[in-house]
């Protein structure tokens, strides 16, 4: 079966930085394409960053230039460094993968961890 695992989240100071990693089990194929999202009680689900097969990537304007999304496809894994994080970056952070671009256009997103909590303060 398919299972995606986040780690890292954690409780920080605004200012500081996290690590957070995603660990990719049980796919057939290789599912390149994959992403971060973030939600908050009462808001949408928003997307942080996504890379592509061939490692295009995109971020929210929230988090560009502090986040970077970067993956290890040996090791089945995606990262998300967070610096310079601020309170506004409190939130359930959940990977996803399987997905796919053209345009512009993310979609897909057919399989999703079950999130680590940031907390900044």
């Known amino acids: 079966h398919v299972q995606l695992v986040e780690s890292g989240g954690d409780s920080v100071q605004a200012g500081g930085s996290l690590s957070l990693s995603c660990v990719l089990h049980?796919?057939?194929?290789?599912?390149?394409?994959k992403g971060w999202f973030r939600q908050v009680p009462g808001k949408d689900r928003e997307r942080v960053a996504a890379i592509d097969s061939d490692g295009n990537r995109s971020y929210a304007t929230s988090v560009k230039g502090r986040f970077t999304i970067s993956r290890d496809n040996a090791k089945n894994t995606l990262y998300l460094q967070m610096n310079s994080l601020k309170p506004e970056d409190t939130a359930m952070y959940y990977c996803?993968?399987?997905?796919?671009?053209?345009?512009?256009?993310?979609?897909?997103?057919?399989?999703w961890g079950q999130g680590t909590q940031v907390t900044v303060s």
């Open positions: 049980g796919f057939n194929y290789p599912a390149y394409c």
């Open positions: 996803a993968a399987d997905c796919y671009v053209h345009g512009g256009i993310w979609s897909g997103f057919g399989y």
